[in-house]
């Protein structure tokens, strides 16, 4: 995720799947929260521009940040 030459290509890709499945999860399981899962090194480098952060904020995307190396989750934002 978010490895490819350009990294808004990438986000818009992930918002659509995002919304999709949380759509569905609304209907099959409305309890549960859907989460999107990012690497802690493209969250600093790329998700902390305030254009990105108005975007996923805008669309009431929720994050976990995790740390790939060490497997361990960072942080959970609503």
Do not use: C, H
């Not at 659509?16 to 480098?45: F, T």
């Not at 902390?48 to 942080?75: C, H, M, R, W, Y």
């Amino acid at each position: 995720m978010f490895n490819s030459p350009s990294q808004v290509t990438e986000l818009q890709k992930t918002i659509g799947q995002y919304n999709m499945y949380r759509s569905i999860l609304r209907r099959v399981n409305p309890d549960r929260k859907l989460y999107l899962a990012i690497p802690q090194e493209v969250y600093q480098d790329f998700f902390q521009q305030p254009a990105i952060q108005d975007i996923v904020s805008d669309q009431t995307i929720n994050l976990f940040i995790f740390d790939p190396d060490k497997e361990v989750i960072i942080q959970w934002l609503n």
